[in-house]
């Protein structure tokens, strides 16, 4: 059998005071309230910014059919 070679200890592991440190630091942290996002979330069209302008569109042409419709 062959013998593993000793591996380098951890300093993450092995320097229980920074661990420690670290730990209060995050306790410390954890209490504070968090800010809600502005504008809830996501937008109301969502992410493209022509969407808006293709709506307006869309009813205008919806408007002029039901104007032309009603004319004759």
Do not use: C, F, N, T
């Not at 000793?6 to 670290?22: F, H, N």
């Not at 800010?35 to 979330?41: M, T």
């Amino acid at each position: 059998m062959a013998r593993q070679a000793p591996q380098e200890p951890d300093p993450a592991v092995v320097d229980l005071a920074r661990y420690k440190r670290a730990r209060q630091a995050l306790a410390k942290g954890k209490g504070k309230a968090k800010r809600a996002p502005r504008g809830g979330g996501e937008p109301v069209l969502g992410a493209r910014p022509r969407a808006g302008l293709i709506l307006s569109l869309m009813i205008l042409a919806m408007l002029a059919l039901w104007a032309m419709s009603s004319l004759h």
